[in-house]
């Protein structure tokens, strides 16, 4: 304990002794008593907790969206959060799966306010333009479904009266609603225990988006990824569940205005226990139909840095098209990446000191033995 903190204490104990006639010393012992019979009312036998019937976990979206649940979604910015936090709120409206892959209860429309204390009206109006074209999403059951762009910090009761008319709120992003910073535990703790523990109490659920730590991705491997999240160590331990989010590099076809990438959704902690599993899902968005289509996949391992995936594609490229010359590799690669020459001359001289693949011929090469072992994939 701190030295303000126990002269706080020693301060209030003197004017409750004056205000209460009791000596300050007797206080202080009534105190500590208080302290210790509540430890030993709060010791529960494991044969009463064995014998209890806990009810069974619901769901909105089964099983990676619990009812009455504080989720975390981290990832660096740009990387899809918002996007994916909105398409979650329009399916539910849409009474549809999700992803064509999740089922969603339709026994229990929420009714839902999402928080957006990072974009404008004018950026909101875009991606959802963007969702429900892509998506099929029919504006006409987006009822109760609110957006609100501010959240009075001074006041958290009265943002507490504002949510307490709905079922799911998202707050986008979590270091906008502190007061203070968030590598302060103190700031993160008052935040939990004023505004989140009081809604849980409430049986809502709440989402929050939140930053990883401006670092190389790739330096970390799945069981890192807790220490990604921006602020207090704190801030993890509050929460239910929590995803990190992983987008890969986007590949551009300026013909037809279209732009396409994979995103990665990876379980960090669930302390509920449910049957999740991590999955991938790819985002195709066109500029000319103002549209974002987004599908799951089956998990793929970490997203690759974009040198690993444009070598990979130079392995794909010659399973397809085996003992092909340098130039023809050069003039399929450089077009569809949109990488130099010079990148591709390079990434083929790693690719034959790797033992990757092979130049049987002066100008032809070919995919390595052991490589050619491997299911060809395609290339898309």
């Known amino acids: 304990m701190t030295l303000e903190s126990e002269l706080l204490i020693s301060y209030f104990l003197s004017i409750i002794a004056y205000k209460t006639k009791i000596n300050k010393k007797d206080l202080n012992n009534k105190i500590k008593k208080l302290k210790e019979d509540k430890l030993i009312i709060e010791i529960t036998p494991v044969i009463n907790i064995l014998q209890q019937q806990l ?25 899809f959060k918002s996007m994916l936090s909105l398409l979650i709120a329009t399916s539910l409206k849409n009474n549809d799966t999700f992803l064509n892959n999740f089922k969603i209860n339709n026994n229990s429309i929420p009714k839902i306010l999402y928080y957006d204390l990072e974009n404008n009206q004018t950026i909101i109006w875009w ?15 987006l009822n109760e479904f609110d957006i609100r762009y501010n959240f009075n910090k001074n006041n958290i009761n009265r943002e507490l009266e504002v949510c307490k008319n709905y079922d799911i709120i998202f707050l986008d992003s979590y270091r906008r609603f502190l007061e203070g910073t968030e590598n302060e535990s103190e700031i993160t703790d008052r935040f939990f225990k004023e505004f989140l523990t009081p809604l849980k109490q409430q ?3 709440i989402i929050i988006l939140h930053h990883f730590k401006k670092k190389d991705l ?7 990824i807790m220490d ?33 990438f994979d995103v990665n959704l990876v379980k960090v902690k669930n302390r509920m226990g449910l049957p999740i599993k991590n999955f991938t899902f790819g985002v195709e968005k066109n500029d000319i139909e103002k549209s974002t289509i987004i599908k799951f996949n089956e998990f793929r391992k970490r997203l690759q840095s974009p040198k690993e995936r444009n070598k990979q594609f130079i392995i794909e490229f010659l399973k397809i098209n085996p003992n092909s010359k340098r130039d023809v590799i050069i ?40 490589a050619q072992e491997q299911e060809i994939l395609t290339i898309t």
């Open 127 to 141: 991606r959802l333009q963007y969702i429900c074209n892509g998506m099929k999403i029919d504006i006409n059951k």
């Open 203 to 205: 049986n809502k659920t």
């Open 228 to 260: 990604l999240f921006r602020g207090s160590t704190d801030i993890p331990a509050q929460f239910d569940l929590i995803y990190g989010i992983f987008k890969s590099e986007e590949n551009e076809n300026l013909e037809n205005n279209n732009l396409s």
């Open 218 to 224: 790739e330096e970390f491997s799945d069981e890192d």
């Open 331 to 370: 003039k399929a690669i450089t077009e569809k990446l949109l990488i130099s020459r010079d990148s591709v001359i390079k990434y083929l001289k790693e690719l034959l000191e790797e033992n990757e693949i092979e130049q049987k011929e002066y100008g032809k090469y070919k995919i390595a033995d052991k």
């Open 55 to 79: 009810p069974d976990i619901e769901y909105y979206i089964y099983p990676i969206l619990p009812k009455n649940s504080l989720i975390l979604i981290g990832g660096k910015p740009g990387q």
